[in-house]
Structure formats: structure tokens, C-alpha cells
């Protein structure tokens, strides 16, 4: 891997030195100002990457980074954060596919289980062609929105489970 060479003109190297002198920002952006700050080549004494990152405690990756988004983007893309990767489009389970699937949860398990799981509800989902894909956190939040789960403190479809007492009982 090629080692990019940080070159601060004097106004980059003031900004940097004022953001890091005030302390008033992320630690993440005032850790990587250190890192352009030490290892500009222009200052005369560059540090090597070993040094930054036994002074500073970051690993020698994130030195390669800020190093090479300063070649690339500049100083401001160096030191903040980049943009975050685009989410998948996250799946709502309401109307009839909630129906569905609490109908499903509430119908007897496949042969050999003795209930459904998550895992098991969101596979039969995928299977009935009722979403293309679906996590097991996006069903488990729909079946606790509803009042048939076991978990709920409202009654439902399925019966409360009795409190074992826990005083242990009279003894004589």
C-alpha cells in the first residue's frame, strides 16, 4: 500500500492547530487533526505512522485513512466523518401481513418444533411470498406490538402463564 503524503499550507496547519488547541469538537475529528498535524512533511519533522499512533493511541489503518482522504478530498473530508453507507429500505409489518403473521405464530409449529421462532416466522414469511426478505428483530417488534404475544401484559389470543408463588407455601 502506497503512503500518502500529507502537505498542510500554512492556513490548513492554523485551522488545525486552532481546532485542536480549543478541544471544542468530536474527539474523533480532533484525534485525526492531530494525525494530519503530526504528519505533515512540511513542518519539517514528519513522524512516521508507528510514532503517530503510539502518541495519539489509533491504529496505523485510521492513519492511512485520514491520509489518504486528505490527498483525495482535502483537509475538511479528513478530519469529519464521512457519509454513512445507504440503509436497506426497512420492512413494515402492518395490515394483512401482521394478520398473517400472528395467525402463523398463533397455528401450530412445523413438525419436529415445539414453537415457532422468529427465525422459523420470518423464513414462512419469505416462503408465502409475503416479503422478499425480512429480519427476525422486524417480526419479533410486530408480534410485540400485538396484543396476542405472550409477553404482553394485555390479554389476547394466547392465555397469561401462571407466577410460580415465591413464597415456597405454609409449612406445618
Same mark, same amino acid.
Do not use: N
Given at each position: 500500500?502506497?503512503?500518502? @503524503?500529507?502537505?498542510?499550507?500554512?492556513?490548513? @496547519?492554523?485551522?488545525?492547530?486552532?481546532?485542536?488547541?480549543? +478541544?471544542?469538537?468530536?474527539?474523533?475529528?480532533?484525534?485525526?487533526?492531530?494525525?494530519?498535524?503530526?504528519?505533515?512533511? @512540511?513542518? +519539517?519533522?514528519?513522524?512516521?505512522?508507528?510514532?503517530?499512533?503510539?502518541?495519539? +493511541?489509533?491504529s496505523l489503518r485510521t492513519i492511512a485513512r485520514v491520509r489518504q482522504r486528505f490527498v483525495?478530498?482535502?483537509?475538511?473530508?479528513?478530519?469529519?466523518? =464521512?457519509?454513512?453507507? %445507504?440503509? %436497506?429500505?426497512?420492512?413494515?409489518?402492518? =395490515?394483512?401481513?401482521?394478520?398473517?403473521?400472528?395467525?402463523?405464530?398463533? *397455528?401450530?409449529?412445523?413438525?419436529?418444533?415445539?414453537?415457532?421462532?422468529?427465525?422459523?416466522?420470518?423464513?414462512?414469511?419469505?416462503?408465502? +411470498?409475503?416479503?422478499? *426478505?425480512?429480519?427476525?428483530?422486524t417480526v419479533r417488534q410486530a408480534l410485540k406490538r400485538t396484543t396476542s404475544s405472550p409477553? *404482553?401484559? @394485555?390479554?389476547?389470543? *394466547?392465555?397469561?402463564?401462571?407466577?410460580?408463588?415465591?413464597? =415456597? =407455601?405454609?409449612?406445618?
Amino acid at each position: 500500500m502506497d503512503k500518502y @503524503r500529507v502537505t498542510l499550507t500554512e492556513e490548513e @496547519r492554523a485551522e488545525l492547530q486552532h481546532l485542536v488547541s480549543t +478541544g471544542k469538537a468530536a474527539a474523533r475529528k480532533l484525534a485525526h487533526a492531530r494525525i494530519l498535524l503530526l504528519a505533515d512533511t @512540511r513542518a +519539517g519533522q514528519e513522524h512516521s505512522d508507528e510514532r503517530i499512533a503510539d502518541a495519539l +493511541g489509533v491504529s496505523l489503518r485510521t492513519i492511512a485513512r485520514v491520509r489518504q482522504r486528505f490527498v483525495i478530498d482535502g483537509v475538511q473530508a479528513a478530519i469529519s466523518r =464521512g457519509p454513512q453507507p %445507504p440503509r %436497506p429500505d426497512k420492512i413494515k409489518i402492518k =395490515g394483512d401481513i401482521e394478520q398473517r403473521l400472528v395467525r402463523l405464530a398463533c *397455528s401450530d409449529p412445523p413438525q419436529g418444533r415445539c414453537h415457532w421462532t422468529p427465525q422459523l416466522l420470518a423464513d414462512e414469511l419469505v416462503v408465502l +411470498g409475503l416479503a422478499e *426478505s425480512i429480519s427476525t428483530e422486524t417480526v419479533r417488534q410486530a408480534l410485540k406490538r400485538t396484543t396476542s404475544s405472550p409477553e *404482553s401484559s @394485555r390479554p389476547g389470543a *394466547s392465555r397469561p402463564r401462571p407466577t410460580p408463588s415465591t413464597s =415456597g =407455601g405454609w409449612r406445618t
